[in-house]
């Protein structure tokens, strides 16, 4: 039967028309008194939909809206919110003026928005949030999923099974994609011998336009139309369907519409194809030559890993890949092959079966960054190989520490006190000192009090979502749903752990000393509860079967009332948890976890986290403001280091955490834990914002790209036109093998030399077909390990000294002893200047 679809909803009266225009943009979900607006309609119902705000006014009764129309207070309220939004809103005359283009495969923004899957996307969603608040000229794209990430749902038996709802899109705050004539977008791209075709939907987050792209359209086949309906699903081609749609249709995307960004920030590797339309464009639109279009794609391209472990890099099967990129490497004017190499290490290449798309990535990105310190240098020593001359600090991978939203993860109760005692910049990335000032005058009395209420209020979440889960499954008693009311104090120690469940992240390393945990659980006189959530990958069994070993852990032992693991963890979740809980408990495998954002948002609401030192708790922790567990580098084996370290935690718990929390020498509160808790404030405050983190992406990247790419296309790229002379010789010399360099050659004696002293250092050079203006010559030096290698190094540039023949030339420089130890010396030729540092796999020249 062929049926016509319509909708029909409540009229909005005209003295309240702004809600629709407030429910149109998700900007309401991190402002308080938005979401306010919407609450006091109705405060069930608002829950009952998760805060969807399009569906939520299409279900509200009409009458409520007329009564709130004649309500003055509310209308007031109104107002206060119109003016602020209308204040930040974007202006219309300069809309397509934005030169940064942000792609990520997910954006987790609001639970009601189910394009996300976890922390990878959350982050996503917060840097929009904050480059909305900093009016960066910044736009975003991603897929619409129609099924988004799954839901997750445990059998009695405590294992996950997965769900996958279809999101209704008439209940999203979308809009079509327009061109310049105000037509429809709509993109394709060429499978092979087939096109794949999307509607383009923007989203808006604040004044930040979000690009999604929808398969699910009548011009796609049926298996084509899935390729937008879930994130991370399907098998390895759809994965790459997925990528190819988001890289290249996510840029024909922007053009369509009159977006011509200056700047690509690719947030993981699945974005990386973009290059290749980005080269396109210039090739095919502009008219440059493809080695041209190359120097000012990859100059202006920012890229962002946040895989620590190999296994979690994507790669795709070069026999399956080829066909594909036969097509995309033909619109670009490139050779296969050589797109192909741009994805493979260089020690790799004659072997090769795989194509990386984080090599892709760091390949074709001028600025790249890891996302804590600690990460930064594991991504350093992870793809040395992509820079198989230079050493380990050298490597051109830096790191920009993640941050979170501060407005989307204080709680309300805090952010009263927040604005009252704080510097009225507090969420903004104030300087340390003026927290620190505010913190100081903020009373423990209020402090804890309204933390005492978020735990209250986590309990009764807690309560309702296990008594509905229970409810779920059939073959549970009403007996189990009774016992779900009494289940968690809102009084007593609680301890949150909440993330994707794969086995390194160790969810279960308590279980390891189940007596111990028993006693703490079981506790009368300073009893202790923990929180658990989080969903493991569908395809990962081992992450699920540390959940079940959880839930039945809790059952057979009788525990249920103090551990338990609540279903389907999700933004609205994360919240609740991280605002309410006592401490965040975080135990990776160290060096395993990238960051860890989470333990950022519990720090920013007085939770004090317990963790290993991995991720942003290694810098972040100072003693002061939570624990650390130690770990012991002794142990090389998994299983060692799981019980050593979970005999640290124990002690932890027993010896500081409990004892902390209980001690109550000054009254009713726990002094030392306040003590504590402000530290921990001031920290994630302070340090660790997402506005910090976006301010740092654009003076570090963003602002030097785009100077870049403005200076590189100017003049009918004239300068890129040049590098890519430069780059001809550079290559013919560097990569030829023509160039030589001798082992430096030292005056005086190297044997007894003290801090202070000075010595001298020479060097024979032949440049074959470079001049000395095209080169540098340096002393490369630094200490060294057991194995003679250089492993802090420095460098200090030689002077040409005199002319030789057939030309040889001999250069010199001074060094002096600057600090005591064993050091190492050699002598390297570098392309001159900075133009090539960060190229791979750069070029360099050392003694042979």
């Not at 939520?56 to 409520?64: A, E």
């Not at 061109?179 to 429809?184: I, L």
């Not at 194509?355 to 600025?367: E, I, N, Q």
């Not at 839930?551 to 609205?572: C, K, S, T």
Request: proline share 5%; aromatic share 10%; glycine share 8%.
């Amino acid at each position: 039967m062929d049926v016509q679809l319509y909708n029909v909803g409540p009229r909005i009266p005209e003295e309240l028309k702004f809600l629709e225009t407030l429910s149109n943009n998700i900007w309401w979900c991190w402002h308080p008194l938005a979401i306010e607006l919407f609450v006091r309609i109705n405060p069930n119902l608002w829950r009952e939909l998760s805060g969807n705000a399009k569906e939520f006014l299409r279900t509200v009764p009409q009458s409520r809206l007329e009564e709130l129309a004649h309500d003055p207070t509310y209308r007031r309220h109104l107002r206060t919110v119109q003016a602020e939004f209308e204040r930040v809103s974007p202006k219309s005359e300069n809309e397509k003026d934005r030169s940064i283009a942000y792609f990520s495969l997910e954006f987790g923004i609001h639970e009601s928005i189910r394009i996300f899957s976890g922390g990878l996307g959350v982050l996503a969603g917060d840097h929009l949030k904050a480059a909305s608040d900093l009016s960066l000229p910044l736009v975003a794209v991603g897929l619409l999923y129609r099924q988004g990430y799954f839901t997750q749902v445990l059998d009695r038996n405590g294992w996950q099974i997965e769900h996958y709802p279809v999101s209704e899109i008439h209940n999203l705050p979308l809009e079509r994609g327009l061109d310049k004539n105000g037509k429809e977008v709509t993109i394709s791209i060429r499978l092979i011998d087939r096109e794949l075709f999307a509607a383009v939907w923007v989203l808006w987050v604040g004044n930040v336009p979000l690009l999604l792209l929808d398969t699910e359209i009548p011009e796609n086949p049926p298996d084509l139309r899935e390729v937008s309906w879930r994130l991370y699903g399907g098998d390895k081609r759809m994965r790459l369907h997925q990528e190819l749609l988001l890289g290249i249709g996510g840029f024909k995307a922007l053009i369509a519409m009159g977006y011509d960004p200056s700047v690509c920030h690719m947030n993981e590797g699945h974005a990386g194809f973009l290059s290749l339309a980005r080269i396109a464009h210039l090739v095919n639109d502009l008219g440059y030559d493809p080695n041209v279009a190359l120097e000012a794609v990859w100059r202006s391209n920012v890229f962002t890993t946040h895989t620590p472990v190999p296994a979690g890099n994507e790669v795709f099967d070069i026999g399956m890949l080829r066909p594909y990129l036969n097509v995309f490497a033909a619109e670009a004017h490139l050779d296969v092959n050589r797109v192909i190499r741009w994805g493979i290490p260089i020690n790799d290449r004659n072997h090769a079966s795989e194509m990386s798309m984080t090599v892709f990535g760091l390949r074709l990105a001028d600025y790249s960054n890891g996302v804590s310190k600690l990460h930064g240098e594991v991504a350093r020593d992870m793809w040395k190989n992509l820079w198989p001359q230079r050493s380990v600090s050298e490597i051109p991978i830096k790191h920009i520490t993640n941050g979170v939203h501060i407005a989307s993860w204080v709680s309300n109760r805090l952010w009263g006190l927040y604005e009252r005692y704080l510097t009225p910049k507090w969420a903004h990335n104030p300087p340390v000192d003026q927290l620190i000032e505010g913190i100081n005058t903020l009373p423990d009395e209020e402090l804890w009090m309204a933390h005492e209420l978020c735990r209250q209020s986590l309990v009764r979440r807690a309560r309702r979502l296990l008594q509905s889960n229970v409810r779920y499954l059939s073959d549970r008693s009403k007996v189990k749903v009774d016992k779900t009311k009494n289940t968690l104090s809102p009084d007593i120690l609680t301890i949150g752990f909440a993330r994707r469940f794969a086995t390194y992240k160790r969810g279960t390393l308590l279980l390891r000393n189940p007596d111990r945990l028993i006693a703490l659980l079981k506790d009368k006189t300073r009893p202790i509860q923990f929180i658990f959530a989080g969903k493991a990958h569908p395809a990962d069994d081992e992450g699920k079967k540390l959940i079940q070993e959880l839930v039945q852990f809790a059952e057979n032992h009788g525990v249920q009332d103090r551990l338990v693991f609540l279903e389907n963890y999700d933004i609205g979740m994360a919240r609740s948890l991280t605002q309410g809980v006592d401490v965040w408990l975080n135990t990776p495998r160290r060096p395993q976890e990238a960051s860890g954002t989470s333990g950022m948002k519990a720090a920013i609401n007085g939770v004090i986290n317990c963790s290993i030192l991995d991720g942003w708790w290694a810098e972040g922790y100072n003693g002061e403001n939570g624990w650390a567990i130690e770990g012991n580098d002794y142990y090389t084996e998994d299983e060692d280091r799981d019980n050593y370290e979970s005999q640290q935690l124990f002690n932890l718990l027993e010896n500081d955490i409990i004892p902390c929390f209980y001690e109550r020498s000054g009254g009713d509160l726990p002094q030392r834990w306040i003590k504590r808790m402000k530290a921990s404030i001031v920290t994630g405050l302070g340090e660790f914002s997402s506005e910090r983190m976006v301010e740092e992406y654009n003076r570090f990247f963003y602002e030097p790209a785009a100077a870049s790419y403005r200076k590189l296309t100017a003049d009918d790229a004239a300068f890129a036109k040049e590098l890519v002379a430069e780059k001809e010789r550079l290559v013919e010399n560097f990569d030829g093998g023509k160039l030589y360099i001798e082992r430096p050659a030292v005056e005086g004696d190297l044997a007894d030399l003290h801090v202070g002293d000075k010595f001298k250092v020479s060097t024979r050079v032949y440049l074959a077909g470079l001049k000395p203006e095209e080169v540098e010559v340096e002393a490369y030096f630094g200490t060294v390990n057991a194995h003679n290698e250089i492993i802090t190094s420095g460098a200090e540039k030689m002077e040409l000294a005199e002319t030789l023949d057939d030309n040889n030339y001999r250069y010199s420089c001074e060094l002096t002893c600057r600090v005591s130890g064993r050091f190492g010396l050699t002598a390297r030729i570098k392309a001159a200047g900075h133009e090539w540092d960060n190229s791979v796999p750069g070029f360099m020249c050392w003694p042979r």
